[in-house]
């Protein structure tokens, strides 16, 4: 069986030898039923997603979180990797979150 080059799989490699390349490339319920968890969790989520796929995505997460009455940003970012983006309005880092982004900081500014 041969397997055609497309401009995400220029190796001409069979999808199951890259499982990120099927998850790049589209996204399904099963996927977005996880992205949606994390965003409850987190507060944020960030997935690798073709930019074909990303008003998909963002209208579908839009979709669950209005059915659970929450208003959420999306927004996405062509490139490499492009990337779609939702946080819950209020997110922000913990503080935690924010010391350990701080001592990063710290460390590169001093080099």
């Known amino acids: 069986m041969a397997f055609k080059a ?29 992205d949606y968890l994390l965003l409850l969790r987190r507060g944020s989520v960030m997935r690798r997603l073709a930019p074909t796929q990303h008003r998909g995505w963002r209208q579908a997460i839009r979709a669950k979180a209005h059915s659970d009455a929450l208003r959420i940003r999306t927004w996405s970012r062509d490139g490499q990797p492009a990337t779609v983006w939702a946080v819950l309005p209020d997110w922000s880092l913990t503080r935690d979150e924010h010391e350990e982004l701080q001592r990063k900081l710290a460390w590169k500014q001093e080099d």
């Open 6 to 34: 497309t401009a995400l799989d220029r190796s001409a490699t069979p999808p199951w030898h890259d499982p990120s390349l099927a998850m790049y490339e589209r996204f399904d319920d099963d996927d977005l039923a996880q």
